[in-house]
């Protein structure tokens, strides 16, 4: 019933499925321990663009790619700790590094875990020892992906962290959204207003916006033409979700962070982890058909 089998493309790839659900995802340890595909009876449910997946120079438009230990950008790309200045690149660098596999299993569901720990490169920007343990679970029309976060330095280490997923849509038009939350931010004009529960104008050059603070562990995508629902749960450490889309391009991301752009500078909503701490967190997936 459940199944993992490994591809060697230009990078190793990890394919887990439910043989009896007709449903896969595809994982990429080596380029950012990224999920590149989720099909659900053949139907795409992530969008990935190839050309930039294959340059390992570039940032990865597609897939559901992994925000550590920041979400967003910092201004100028720079924060303060300690006194001391650092630079950090939007979203960070979990999603660029090779993640290493730690286990796989096949018992009730189709199952990987992949884990990342700091080192020289990580310790220039970001200055605390840690280890990234991500476990990707596929189940029937489920995707569960649990995080565990474990500090490995001797002082206190604060960070944020989220998730990037791309949801193929070739016609915007079809979709409705269930958000969970009455403020939301244009993250370019840093614009504030209401959001009373109808959505934005999907026919924008570009549409980038925060609602904080949610306020359930719950929010959804309905695509009208395929006839399905997206739900994303996600647990409590999540305190705000962000939409991005651009014209022209078949994808909507509906992101679950744990804090907003440039919280390593303002503070708000870190997690902080004292020395030899670990935290948990969960984001899980479900389709349905209407």
């Given amino acids: 019933m459940f199944a993992i089998s490994l591809k060697q493309d230009q990078y190793a790839t990890y394919i887990l499925s439910d043989q009896e659900a007709h449903s896969r995802i595809e994982v990429v340890p080596e380029r950012g321990g990224i999920i590149t595909q ?42 303060t700790y300690n006194g001391e200045e650092y630079a950090l690149k939007q979203h960070g660098f979990a999603r660029d590094l090779p993640w290493e596999v730690r286990d796989r299993e096949t018992n009730d569901c189709a199952k990987i875990t992949l884990s990342l720990e700091s080192n020289e490169k990580t310790l220039a920007v970001y200055p605390f020892e840690f280890q990234l343990t991500f476990t990707y679970k596929l189940k029937g029309n489920t995707l569960t992906l649990e995080q565990r976060y474990t500090n490995q330095s001797e002082e206190t280490m604060p960070f944020s962290t989220g998730l990037h997923p791309y949801f193929w849509s070739a016609d915007k038009s079809q979709l409705d959204f269930e958000i969970p939350a009455s403020q939301l931010q244009d993250q370019r004009t840093k614009e504030q207003r209401p959001f009373e529960g109808t959505f934005l104008d999907l026919t924008q050059d570009e549409i980038d916006v925060a609602f904080k603070p949610v306020t359930r562990d719950r929010a959804s995508l309905i695509d009208r033409r395929r006839n399905l629902k997206i739900e994303l749960h996600y647990s409590s450490d999540y305190s705000t979700l962000v939409f991005w889309t651009l014209k022209g391009k078949e994808y909507v991301c509906l992101e679950p962070w744990s804090a907003p752009r440039n919280a390593l500078n303002s503070g708000e909503n870190l997690i902080t982890l004292e020395p030899g701490e670990s935290c948990e967190t969960l984001v899980e997936l479900r389709v349905s058909y209407l």
């Avoid at 659900?40 to 663009?49: A, C, H, P, R, S």
């Avoid at 997946?53 to 920041?70: N, T, V």
């Fill in 38 to 79: 989720w099909r659900i009876q053949g139907q795409n449910l992530l969008y990935l663009d190839a050309e930039r997946f294959a340059d390992p120079k570039l940032s990865i438009r597609g897939g559901i790619p992994i925000l550590f230990p920041i979400c967003g950008n910092l201004p100028d790309n720079h924060y």
